[in-house]
């Protein structure tokens, strides 16, 4: 792999053994022993990233799918770090006398051999590129949470290098036909957020919406840990600083000035994300600030100050953060109302303000004198004209179009091979079940509708250990025994047909949009068998029907008569009970915990609780 390596004569790198020594070398590798040493350190910081988009996303899934969703992060490093060694970096930056505008060719299989004067500088290249690849895949991973295949998934993260290395290849290699024209994006709010992004929207829209996410309306389902998702958060903002100072790409020169820059923008631009989104939730929800609201405010500011990090004013970062916020949180109510269900708003936070961070650098960047990062231009506001400002449009435009198509071919080639959506029966059970033998203890419904079934019975799943301890758990498991037993000497399981959870109207359910993969029609009647009911209607203390009647005769439809079925073998009527079983779940536990409360309240002896149940 020697040859790999020449471009263009340079002068040698100013390392002491290589001192008035001319070797060929690309640009990017024009560096020193101290870039070298801050280009290996931001790496391993941004490599960290990973765990905070783990905690970030297992904390906004259901406890049922927590463990899938970490074990789905662990492929996109492994897997998609192979490939991007594979073939990924040279599809970016490869010089070989076949790379053209449109992609790298070259520089495949990176491994310098022990001798060759690039060596160093090649591999602390090749690692900080790899931290990002797999970022911008990591980002897909929230948009497919709670129904996606997990083995689908990981040949989706293996092959999913492609969709982010040739655009890359556009804005930062010497060949890419963006960066002849003289596109700027230092830390990658474009090849990286909105690439992810896009790539998010499309998957989010091919799959359709988890199974009754929409049922009761368009408000966020509870998040299955919130201490989580803020701690994941953290570690993201943590991480950013390395990705945004780190790009500077060396300390070198007139570099560590705008490294320094760099940090402290970011941090301005999430000042100002996460100002305006305190302000944005405490609004929106009366009072009373949203977890999930604020999170994408914060990460939405960051991505937005990403492509011009060192370009902007104190004043300019802040403004641009509270924008990106502002943009994160009317995208992700948007795409809520086109039924793209995005669990963890990446498409909203990464497409959206990627897009707009982009876009921003046309608008507010400063010529970074004597760097030559925007080749001697400035943006519209600074009197640069709109030259800056055409390009960066343009540049978002490739990238946003490039990131949904090929994603959307992607998925659709992957689902002739393996089904990418996971079947109804385990959807409702839980991927951490059904995918990876992890038993929870505290995911509700869904195991206390399972204990009725015959698949609960079976000694694969008794054999395995719970984890964790719920005394709401248990007591949903405690009335479902009583139910058997009652069932065991009459015969017949009654059934109600009570509209669930007070205060909570069902969202008529069109199934417009069920994802592309598995589109159904159709407007069905709401004739649902819901056994779950019967506890609620105890905990409320309210009455109800012991039957429901369907042309005269009784419907108990269970979990068990949709194993084994595919998602896009079901009728839009079975897609819907199946929506509504899941929609129960997490709200049916926050019944348990209201009557959990009033027994302490009871057991106080306090005819007046200085607090009330919260509604």
């Given at each position: ?24 070398l ?31 996303e ?13 074990m ?46 690039l ?7 090749f ?9 911008a ?27 982010y ?19 700027v ?5 474009g ?5 992810g ?6 998957s ?12 009761k ?5 509870p ?17 950013w600083?390395?990705?945004n100072s ?21 941090m ?35 991505v ?10 104190a004043?300019?970062?802040?403004l ?22 995005d ?35 400035s ?18 435009l ?11 071919a992607l ?6 091979v ?9 959807e409702l059970?839980?991927a ?46 405690d ?5 058997k037993k ?33 589109k159904?029609p ?7 068998h819901?056994v ?5 209607g ?31 073998e ?27 409360y ?10 007046t ?7």
């Open positions: 792999m020697e040859g790999n390596y020449t471009y263009e004569p340079r002068i040698g790198l100013r390392s002491p053994n290589l001192t008035n020594t001319t070797v060929n690309q640009e990017s590798f024009e560096i020193d022993l101290e870039d070298t040493n801050w280009i290996l350190t931001s790496s391993f910081i941004i490599f960290t990233m990973q765990t905070g988009f783990g905690m970030l297992s904390g906004c899934v259901s406890i049922k799918n927590e463990a899938n969703i970490m789905k992060n662990l492929a996109d490093i492994s897997l998609g770090g192979l490939t991007y060694w594979i073939f990924g970096y040279g599809m970016s930056f490869g010089q070989g006398p076949l790379s053209n505008p449109f992609i790298g060719v070259g520089d495949f299989l990176v491994d310098p051999p022990v001798g060759d004067a060596m160093g500088p090649v591999f602390a290249s690692l900080f590129q790899l931290s990002f690849a797999t970022t895949t990591t980002i897909v991973s929230g948009a497919m949470a709670e129904r996606c295949n997990f083995k689908a998934y990981c040949l989706f993260s293996f092959l999913n290098t492609i969709v290395c040739v655009p890359a290849g556009w804005v930062w290699g010497e060949h890419g036909f963006l960066n002849r024209m003289g596109a994006d230092i830390a990658g709010s090849p990286v957020h909105l690439i992004g896009s790539s998010a929207f499309a989010a829209l091919m799959l359709g919406p988890r199974l009754g996410r929409y049922a309306g368009y408000d966020p389902l998040l299955g840990n919130p201490v989580n998702a803020v701690m994941g958060t953290f570690v993201l903002w943590w991480g600083l390395a990705f780190g790009s500077t790409y060396g300390v070198s020169g007139a570099k560590w000035q705008y490294a320094a820059r760099a940090a402290v923008m970011t301005m631009g999430s000042f100002g994300g996460g100002a305006f989104g305190l302000i944005f939730t405490l609004f929106k929800n009366k009072g009373r600030a949203d977890v999930l609201d604020l999170i994408n405010s914060v990460l939405g500011s960051l937005s100050i990403t492509a011009g990090c060192f370009l902007y004013r004043w300019e970062a802040l641009i953060g509270a924008i990106g916020a502002l943009i994160a949180s009317l995208s992700a109510a948007l795409f809520d109302r086109l039924h793209v269900d669990p963890v708003g990446a498409s909203a936070v990464h497409g959206a303000c990627g897009f707009w961070g982009v876009v921003a650098v046309g608008l507010f960047a400063d010529n970074p004198i004597p760097m030559e990062t925007t080749n001697g231009r943006g519209l506001f600074k009197g640069g004209g709109w030259y800056l400002l055409g390009v960066q449009t343009l540049t978002a490739c990238l946003m179009l490039w990131g949904a198509l090929v994603t959307m998925l659709w080639l992957i689902d002739r393996l089904p990418i959506r996971m079947d109804p029966y385990d059970l839980g951490d079940l059904t995918e990876h033998r992890v038993r929870h203890g505290q995911v509700g419904v869904s195991r206390a509708v399972s204990a009725l079934r015959p698949f609960h019975r079976s000694s694969s799943i008794e054999d395995i250990g719970s984890i964790g301890v719920n005394t709401g758990h248990n007591m949903v498991i009335k479902l025994s009583e139910l009652k069932r065991s000497k009459s015969g017949n399981l009654k059934i109600f047909t009570n509209q669930a959870f007070v205060g909570e109207t069902a969202n008529e359910q069109t199934f417009r949009n069920t994802g592309f993969l598995n159904r159709g407007n069905p009647e709401n004739d649902l819901r779950i009911d019967s506890m609620e105890e905990l409320n203390g309210t009455n109800h029907d012991d039957t429901v009647k369907n042309g005269g005769k009784l419907t108990a439809k269970n979990l068990e008569h949709f194993k084994g079925k595919k998602f896009k079901l009728s839009a009527s079975e897609l819907e009970e199946l929506g509504q079983m899941q929609a129960n779940e997490d709200r049916f536990r926050h019944k348990i915990i209201e009557h959990d009033k027994n302490d309240v009871d057991r106080s002896g306090i005819t609780p200085s607090f009330k149940w919260i509604e």
